[in-house]
């Protein structure tokens, strides 16, 4: 039985910035059950008070403690590694969540660089960046994302910065983000549940649901967002679970009286 869940966000709960139908309800179903969620994002430029605003601003009651980014689950990995002090490419934002989690900032003597979507992308911390990690420095990144979708297309995102140092060094990065599975441990620890007791439930079938799917996790496909019917007919992806939104998950829910 499933005894906790992953979400994606954007095309699963919300689109843009309204709430889909059906998803309010269900996480209010779920916090009154005292089911354990939490929410996921590969986005990193954002700290969680920023999601939290934006759903409270559609109707949602959701907490901080519920929301988990690339960014925070770096952080989570870091920890777990020991890693105190890093070299960051990232965005004002994510560099004070760092400072606040603990992780010292610095550009030498470092246990890792740490590459995020980084909106100030300047060449002088890449030549630091690139020095390191020829050091052998661990190399990590938040996520894989090669752009980044906004309202009038698309810009660079940390995937197509992975591809620069990958060039300048042959190295590759350790990624957190989906479709990776350490994202799916680090939500297992904060959720402290096992990650085959866990399902994550998303709209995209080679982000969310391969990242449940590599990591062990149970997987149910929305069709609210990215993904149509005909693209997982075409797809070698298979989610245990398929419903048309979150409005049909959670009557799907109550009424298998919470055995999926």
Same mark, same amino acid.
């Given at each position: 039985?499933?005894?906790?869940?992953?979400?994606? #966000?954007?095309?699963?709960?919300?689109? *843009?910035?309204?709430?889909? =139908?059906?998803?309010?309800?269900?996480?209010?179903?779920?916090?009154?059950?005292?089911?354990?969620?939490?929410?996921?994002? &590969?986005?990193?430029?954002?700290?969680?008070?920023?999601?939290?605003?934006?759903?409270?601003? #559609?109707?949602?009651?959701?907490?901080?403690?519920?929301?988990?980014?690339?960014?925070?689950?770096?952080?989570?990995?870091?920890?777990?590694?020991?890693?105190? &002090?890093?070299?960051? #490419?990232?965005? =004002?934002?994510?560099?004070? *969540?760092? /400072?606040?989690?603990?992780?010292?900032?610095?550009?030498?003597?470092?246990?890792? /660089?740490?590459?995020?979507?980084?909106?100030?992308? &300047?060449?002088?911390?890449?030549?630091?960046?690139?020095?390191?990690?020829?050091?052998?420095?661990?190399?990590?990144?938040?996520?894989?994302?090669?752009?980044?979708?906004?309202?009038?297309?698309?810009?660079?995102?940390?995937?197509?910065?992975?591809?620069?140092?990958?060039?300048?060094?042959? /190295?590759?990065?350790?990624?957190?983000?989906?479709?990776?599975?350490?994202?799916?441990?680090?939500?297992? *620890?904060?959720?402290?549940?096992?990650?085959? &007791?866990? #399902?994550?439930?998303?709209?995209?079938?080679?982000?969310?649901?391969?990242?449940?799917?590599?990591?062990?996790?149970?997987?149910?496909?929305?069709?609210?967002?990215?993904?149509?019917?005909?693209?997982?007919?075409?797809?070698? /992806? *298979?989610?245990?679970?398929?419903?048309?939104?979150?409005?049909?998950?959670?009557?799907?829910?109550?009424?298998?009286?919470?055995?999926?």
């Amino acid at each position: 039985m499933t005894k906790g869940f992953l979400f994606d #966000m954007d095309g699963t709960i919300f689109l *843009e910035d309204q709430a889909i =139908d059906g998803a309010i309800e269900c996480f209010d179903y779920l916090n009154k059950k005292q089911i354990p969620y939490c929410l996921f994002t &590969n986005n990193s430029s954002n700290s969680k008070s920023v999601y939290v605003k934006k759903l409270h601003k #559609m109707g949602f009651d959701i907490t901080s403690d519920k929301i988990l980014t690339s960014g925070l689950a770096t952080i989570l990995y870091l920890k777990r590694r020991s890693f105190k &002090n890093v070299f960051l #490419m990232g965005t =004002d934002s994510l560099k004070l *969540e760092f /400072v606040e989690n603990g992780i010292n900032l610095s550009d030498s003597k470092v246990d890792a /660089v740490v590459l995020a979507f980084d909106k100030g992308f &300047n060449y002088q911390d890449t030549v630091t960046a690139h020095k390191l990690i020829q050091a052998q420095t661990p190399f990590i990144a938040t996520h894989p994302d090669k752009v980044c979708p906004m309202r009038d297309g698309d810009i660079p995102d940390c995937g197509a910065m992975i591809s620069y140092f990958e060039s300048s060094t042959g /190295v590759s990065p350790e990624i957190i983000g989906k479709p990776y599975p350490i994202m799916a441990e680090m939500a297992s *620890e904060l959720l402290n549940e096992k990650i085959e &007791n866990l #399902m994550v439930i998303g709209d995209r079938l080679y982000t969310d649901i391969e990242m449940g799917i590599r990591s062990g996790a149970k997987t149910c496909l929305l069709f609210s967002g990215e993904t149509k019917k005909i693209d997982l007919k075409n797809s070698n /992806v *298979e989610p245990d679970y398929c419903f048309e939104s979150i409005k049909d998950f959670l009557v799907k829910y109550i009424q298998s009286d919470q055995k999926l």
